[in-house]
């Protein structure tokens, strides 16, 4: 429910990580919480909803209906990994 809120614009309370935490609040204490609850409109007040969907759903998401999904799967790990040699797999 909380993507489809998202979708109304408006805003999202999470306790815990989602694969959309970026776009929602995440209290980390229950004085962050009643903040959230509080001032939540007023704090996600100017976020660009639209720019975050495209983000999300054309660069995050990778469609597995599509053919090239196994490759864009590894693209996107072989990337990961470049990103943090720290990360890479041994075989």
Known sequence: AGFEALMQKKPVITCAR???W???LTPRSTADLADAV???PQSM???D???YFWWFLEGQCLEPQKAEF???VWARIRA???ENPA???RA
């Open 18 to 20: 989602t694969d959309f």
């Open 80 to 82: 990961r990994q470049d």
């Open 87 to 89: 990360r890479r797999c």
């Open 70 to 72: 196994g490759d864009r």
């Open 38 to 40: 509080r001032y939540g």
């Open 49 to 51: 909803y639209e720019a």
């Open 22 to 24: 970026h776009a929602t």
């Open 45 to 47: 007040e100017g976020f």
